[in-house]
């Protein structure tokens, strides 16, 4: 691009976008990245420079930027149908991903409802399970459970179940009540033992549906990994654990895999770490690969026989967007799935997941790696000033943005959550490419100390 393009685009930037979760101050007073094209594991800025993307683009690309095949399904969808509405009509792309999903996903969920992001998936779902039991002589179940540092969208219902203050306590008071359960991490014991952490957040769930499941509609929990709280990780016990204590005291369970559904946790859902099946699963995110918005709420027969009646019994779940399953990203949808199929992607990532978990572990040489934690292909650590004598960075030091911008410099895109550090890789990536995002990050934090 030429550099008079560049800064006319920055200018117009900081003078008419205001960016999500940004602080725009930082934009005010420093040049943001420009970026003119992707491809692969790749982010290219306005003046060529590459950088890898090691969050996937807030955790949604899966095969990489530009597949040849994705763009080959957007412009043959194009070609045939752009838009309909999806109330009153219905489409090929829109059924078959339907029928694909249902076939993929854990055992049960035969009925999907389709929206445009992952926050709206969540507001789907408690909207449902509250209908449901509305619709079925159980008018008391008004409230939710949610676990602490949980986050599943930024629509008031999501902020309503979400249990990360630093992004929600401001809207408190505007938000429905929901009871918090504790989370399971181990990262606040002595003994750092996982199961120990995950039975006594267990325990503190049994306590709350003993005393008040008769007004709990449903507890919503991202399976295996509570991702934007700080990459929390917890064994397949715990969502074992919840599965059981939601079917004994009549609760529904929400699994939230907007994050870590299609095959970032090695699995290509989470919920099969625990062989669970959810009453609803929220998906988005990897759905389209990345490459689209679109999200599906899927649920059981049993719930949406709950809402099948008499129109004028008034049951209908009156419910939907504009754009509810748009005809372009369910063809995206459907593609990206074949490609898992047809290119064994799960496999080839699972070779790829190995390796990062064995090749991350040279990180803890650095003082202060603490935590280093990961699952399929996604690690995390918290950086400490000294992790031996436990002394954090304060948080007006903001090591996390320190961490981001050193980042570039050494070609990296790191987005971390304070000073939690993550990768959140596309499953393309290669083992040499993984040493080389790893080198760069030891560069980066050689710089922090
Ligand atoms: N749920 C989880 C677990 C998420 O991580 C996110 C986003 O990061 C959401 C829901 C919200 O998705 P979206 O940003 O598409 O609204």
């Not at 459970?145 to 203050?165: K, L, R």
């Not at 267990?202 to 700080?230: D, N, T, Y």
Request: net charge negative; hydrophobic share 40%.
């Amino acid at each position: 691009m030429e550099h008079r393009d560049k800064v006319r685009l920055l200018e117009a930037d900081r003078r008419y976008v205001w960016h999500p979760f940004t602080q725009m101050k930082d934009y005010a007073e420093r040049d943001p990245v420009l970026i003119e094209r992707a491809e692969g594991v790749f982010l290219y800025d306005a003046d060529g420079k590459a950088y890898y993307d090691t969050n996937s683009s807030w955790w949604v690309n899966v095969h990489g930027h530009a597949h040849p095949r994705i763009r080959e399904a957007v412009n043959r969808q194009m070609a045939k149908m752009d838009h309909v509405m999806f109330a009153g009509l219905t489409h090929a792309p829109g059924i078959e991903l339907a029928e694909r999903l249902t076939a993929l996903t854990p055992d049960g969920l035969t009925k999907v409802f389709y929206s445009d992001n992952g926050s709206t998936a969540v507001e789907v779902a408690l909207k449902m399970s509250f209908q449901y039991w509305q619709q079925t002589g159980c008018p008391d179940k008004t409230t939710f459970a949610y676990v602490e540092h949980s986050y599943h969208g930024d629509t008031i219902g999501a902020v309503s179940v979400g249990g990360v203050d630093q992004y929600h306590s401001v809207f408190r008071p505007l938000l429905f009540g929901a009871h918090k359960v504790p989370s399971p991490d181990p990262r606040g014991r002595q003994d750092g033992d996982a199961e120990a952490a995950a039975a006594q957040a267990l325990e503190a769930v049994r306590h709350l549906f003993e005393a008040s499941a008769g007004e709990i509609a449903a507890l919503i929990v991202e399976p295996m990994i509570q991702a934007a709280g700080g990459m929390i990780l917890h064994p397949a016990s715990y969502v074992r654990g919840l599965r059981e204590l939601c079917t004994q005291y009549g609760v529904h369970l929400i699994a939230d895999e907007v994050a870590v559904g299609f095959g970032r946790t090695g699995r290509m859902f989470a919920c099969e770490h625990a062989g669970i099946s959810p009453d609803f699963l929220c998906l988005s995110k990897g759905l389209t690969a990345g490459m689209l918005p679109l999200s599906v709420t899927m649920t059981t027969a049993g719930i949406y026989d709950a809402f099948y009646d008499d129109y004028a019994k008034l049951k209908t779940f009156t419910h939907g967007h504009s754009f509810t399953g748009n005809p372009l990203a369910c063809a995206v949808a459907l593609e990206s799935l074949r490609i898992f199929e047809e290119e064994g992607v799960l496999e080839q990532a699972a070779a790829a997941a190995s390796h990062l978990q064995q090749a991350a572990a040279r990180l803890a040489a650095d003082p202060g790696v603490a935590h280093l934690r990961g699952l399929g292909m996604v690690a995390a650590f918290d950086l400490y000033r000294d992790r031996d004598s436990g002394e954090r960075y304060p948080w007006e030091e903001r090591i996390g943005f320190r961490v981001y911008e050193e980042g570039l410099q050494q070609g990296l895109f790191l987005r971390p959550l304070g000073d939690t550090i993550y990768f959140w890789l596309p499953l393309c990536t290669t083992a040499a490419q993984i040493d080389d995002i790893l080198g760069r990050t030891e560069k980066v934090l050689q710089r922090m100390s």
